[in-house]
C-alpha cells in the first residue's frame, strides 16, 4: 500500500513537472529580442521654462509625501511645493522656472533621425536624448504633427543602432507584443502584453486607426516603440485609457506604417498633408438604419457637406451612406478618415454610397484636409411649441443664420421637455436642418412634416450642433 502511495506520488509530480515545462515552452522568451532592440531606444527629457504661475499644482489639499517611493517623481514634475500643494516653483518667489518631462523614442536612422510623440517634445526649449551608452545629445525637432502625435527628431552622430521595421497589417489581436521605454525616468523598462484590438478610434484622434494592447505602459513610455515576436517595430506607444493616471490595462500605439508616412512628410516638406472630403459623418445606430431602411447598421452617415469642398464637387449629398471608399469596405465611421487621410491629395478616389436605399458609385477628387475648421454656437431665440415631441422652435433671424454659417434655413430649438424629441438626443440650441428627408425652410413646415410622422416609426432628424452636424432618430409615440 505504501509503495502504491509513494509510486502516485511521484507520478503527480512527474506529470505536474512536464506539464509546467510545456506550458513554459509556449511561452516566448522575449530575452534575445530585448538584447537585439535595446540599444536602438532612447530616453527623451525635455525643458521649458514657464511663468510660476503655468507651472503644474498639486490638487488642493494633497501634501507631498515624505520618503515615499514617489517623493522624487513629485518633486521631479511639481517642484518644492508646501502643504497643500501650494507655494512658488524653483526658489519660491515666484520667478520663471524650468519645467521638465521624460519620454522615450526610438533610432530610425543610423545618422541619428528619432521618432517619439508629438506631446512629448511639444512648447520645449531643449530636447535631450540619452542613449543606452549614457551618451546624451541635444536633438533638434525635424518637424512635429499634432494629429498624429508624431514627432521627428535629429541628432549630431553617426553609426547608431536602429530598429527594424514591420508591417502593423500582418499584426493579429492575440498576438504577444513588447515595449520597451523609460516609465518614470527608469530607463530601458521592458514590458509584454497582448494585441487587444486594431483599428481604434479614439475622440480626438480621428486620423490614427490605433492598436490596442495590454501591455504596462506609463509615464515616460511615451513615443517608445513597440515590437512584435520578430523583433520588427509595429507602433509607437502613445496613450493610456486611465482614471487614476496610471495603468488599467488599455495602452494605444500609433501603427508604425501611419509613423512613418507623417515622418517622411515632416523630413522632407515640414509638415502633414493629408487627404480631405470636405464632409460630416457619423455612425450609422440601429435606429438610424431603420430610419433608412437598411437591413443592418454600416456605413458612415454624411450629415454636412462643408461649402467649396470635394465632396461637394462630386454631388455627394447630406444623408448619403458612405459604405466603400476605393474598394475598401467602411464598416463604421471611425474607418473612413484613416482611409482618407492617406489618399494622395488630387487623386480621384471611388466612393460607393447608400442614398435613399439605391447604391451609388461617385468618383471625387481628393482634396487637402484644412489645419481648423470653424465652429458657430446659437443665439437666444423666441418660441413656438410641438407638443407632439416635446420641444419649442424658433425661426431663424437673418443675423443666426450668418453667425451659425448656415447656407439653408431651419429651426432653432429652444426648450426640450420629456418626450420624443428627448429621447432622441435633441438639445436646447440645436438647429433642426432636415426631417423625414425633407429640408426644413421655417417653423411651420417644421410642424406640418412633424404631423404626418408615423406613429412607432424611426425617423431621421438632422440637427446642427455647436458647428458640426449628426443624426439622430426620432420616434413620435402618438
Partial sequence: MQHRFRFAV?????????????????LPDFTALVEKNNTAVVNISTSQKVAASERPQLPEGIEIPEGTPFDDFFRHYFGEQGPGGQGGPGDGNGQPSEVQSLGSGFIISADGYVITNHHVVKDADEIVVRLQDRRELVAKVVGSDKRSDIALLKIDASNLPVVKLGSPENLKVGSWVLAIGSPFGFDHSVTAGIVSAKGRSLPSDNYVPFIQTDVAINPGNSGGPLFNLDGEVVGVNSQIYSRT??????SFAIPIDVAIKVADQLKTQGRVSRGWLGVQI??????LAESFGMKKPQGALVSKILPKSPAEAAGIQVGDIIIEFNKREV???????????ATKIGESASVKLLRQGNVKEVEIKIGALPDEEPVASAAEPGTHDVDRLGLSI?????????????????????????GPAYDA???RGDVILRLQDQAIKDAAQFESVVKSLPKGKSTAVLVQRRGGTLFLALKPKD
Fill in 10 to 26: 511521484c507520478l503527480y509530480l512527474g506529470l505536474s513537472a512536464l506539464l509546467t515545462r510545456a506550458y513554459a515552452a509556449e
Fill in 394 to 418: 424658433a425661426n431663424l433671424t437673418a443675423e443666426q443664420k450668418e453667425q451659425l454659417e448656415l447656407e439653408q434655413n431651419g429651426v432653432l430649438v429652444h426648450d426640450v421637455k420629456p
Fill in 282 to 287: 457619423q455612425d450609422v445606430t440601429r435606429e
Fill in 245 to 250: 493616471g496610471g495603468f488599467m490595462g488599455l
Fill in 425 to 427: 438626443g435633441i438639445r
Fill in 331 to 341: 464598416d463604421t465611421s471611425a474607418s473612413l478618415p484613416p482611409i482618407v487621410g
